[in-house]
């Protein structure tokens, strides 16, 4: 099992989409102990911790089928003349913000985005503005010219990208390479003089008028900004609407990532006989706190990280948790939470829906 949570740590990381199936009910009498089986699918290759073969090339089969943009589904599948259930995971690339550019508005964009869960990088060209002691949060500072490091970086559909350059060529030269991948977000800073005359240079070039219109600018949401800090405050704010409706999925998915980097270091620990045990939000039918795809990590002291929504119903299934990895009895279990609108009244919240979760023991 840490094999497999290894490689679902290091793969996401490494740009890579990855496609996970664990077994959460089966109606196969002689392999009761597939529960809890996994199945990891990469792009070239596949992990499955299942010794049925003959089940694994099934599943195999039934899981190249499904979308990997998809994030999160309770499936069942027929297996000759069994069922089975699954819980499929499509775990893509970590999303970046990605800043071209290291003068003052890039300053503090970089300083004001240090509480969310996205990956920064900040490139220029010039040792002054791209070193790590001027972006401490930054998980890389490039120094070196703007499309030799863009060309590094592999872009993809999670990357938001701000070109904040000093100058016209280069907001050209790189609203160019960008335009031709696939971003979440692409904006770009500059007076609408500036922005017509790369815009024009650009539809001269045989870029279509259409794959300008992807381009946030003026840069931000109109609050009326102009200091660095307010305008960097209009442009976070900007790039949050976008990954709240577009990529949801994935900016969640960082906050998973880090709870299955705990679950590595946990299982790197000699002292960790009695396991642990990772709770998943599976489907969700209604008002909930929290929808599919969160998560919470309980070890076997009761200690926890992450979150199903707190309250009384997260209690309940902290509670079944440590009673699951205290008894050993079964390795997965599908739960169901079922929020009522008294048990919300008295929690004083507005939920009222259900939740499906799936609590699984890792050892």
């Not at 049925?52 to 089928?65: F, P, R």
């Not at 500072?141 to 703007?146: E, T």
């Not at 070109?163 to 500059?190: N, Q, S």
């Not at 990529?247 to 002292?271: H, M």
């Amino acid at each position: 099992m840490k094999e497999l949570f290894t490689k679902l740590n290091e793969l996401p990381r490494a740009r890579k989409k990855l496609l996970l199936m664990t077994i959460v009910e089966s109606s196969f009498q002689k392999l009761s102990d597939i529960k809890g089986g996994k199945i990891l699918i990469g792009e070239n290759d596949y992990y499955s911790s299942i010794d049925q073969q003959s089940l694994t090339k099934a599943l195999l089969e039934q899981g190249k089928k499904y979308r990997l943009e998809d994030s999160i589904e309770l499936v069942e599948f027929v297996v000759g003349e069994e069922k089975v259930e699954v819980l499929l995971e499509a775990y893509l690339p970590s999303t970046r913000l990605i800043i071209l550019g290291g003068g003052h508005i890039a300053h503090a964009l970089a300083k004001i985005s240090e509480g969310l869960n996205l990956e920064l990088i900040v490139i220029d060209d010039r040792p002054y503005f791209a070193n790590q002691e001027r972006f401490p949060q930054a998980k890389e500072v490039i120094c070196n010219d703007f499309i030799s490091a863009l060309e590094a970086l592999n872009l993809h559909s999670e990357d938001f990208v701000v070109i904040a350059t000093r100058g016209h060529r280069h907001d050209l030269e790189c609203l160019k390479f960008v335009l031709a991948k696939e971003t979440a977000y692409v904006g770009m800073i500059g007076s609408k003089r500036r922005i017509k005359k790369i815009f024009s240079n650009l539809v001269e070039g045989g870029f279509a008028q259409e794959s300008l219109e992807q381009v946030y600018t003026p840069i931000g949401l109109d609050i009326g900004a102009q200091t660095p800090w307010e305008i960097a405050i209009s442009i976070l704010a900007e790039i949050i609407q976008v990954y709240r409706t577009a990529v949801e999925v994935a900016v969640d998915q960082v906050a998973s990532q880090e709870l299955i980097e705990r679950i590595v270091e946990e299982l790197g620990k000699e002292d960790n006989s009695y396991g642990m045990a990772l709770v998943t939000i599976a489907q969700t039918k209604g008002s909930t706190p929290r929808k599919a795809g969160a998560k919470m990590l309980i070890l076997a002291d009761g200690r926890s990280f992450g979150t199903i929504g707190g309250g009384c119903s997260e209690a309940e299934v902290k509670q079944k948790a440590v009673d699951l990895i205290k008894n050993q009895a079964e390795r997965v279990l599908l739960y169901r939470v079922d929020m009522t609108a008294e048990l919300a009244a008295d929690e004083g919240m507005v939920c009222g829906g259900v939740m499906d979760v799936v609590i699984e023991i890792i050892n």
